[in-house]
């Protein structure tokens, strides 16, 4: 699903929305949800691999 993510792969966890993914990452809701245009924002279940561009941890 995530073959082509610019950026790294976050697994949600319980309890977690994009919001509050997109305010870890520092990085805004409209570019997560343009990176995951498979994703149901308001079914996300746990597990559920989401990328979250430009951000990389490479190491």
Same mark, same amino acid.
């Given at each position: 699903?995530? +073959?082509? %993510?610019?950026?790294?792969?976050? &697994?949600? &966890?319980?309890? +977690?929305? /994009?919001? /509050? !993914? =997109?305010?870890?990452?520092?990085? #805004?809701? =409209?570019?997560?949800?343009?990176?995951? *245009?498979?994703?149901?924002?308001?079914? /996300? #279940? !746990?597990?559920? +691999?989401? %990328? !979250? *561009?430009? !951000? =990389?941890?490479?190491?």
């Amino acid at each position: 699903m995530n +073959e082509k %993510c610019n950026g790294t792969i976050h &697994k949600v &966890k319980e309890g +977690e929305t /994009l919001y /509050l !993914i =997109s305010k870890q990452y520092n990085v #805004r809701l =409209s570019e997560i949800m343009g990176a995951n *245009p498979y994703v149901n924002v308001y079914d /996300l #279940r !746990i597990g559920d +691999e989401i %990328c !979250i *561009p430009g !951000i =990389s941890f490479d190491s």
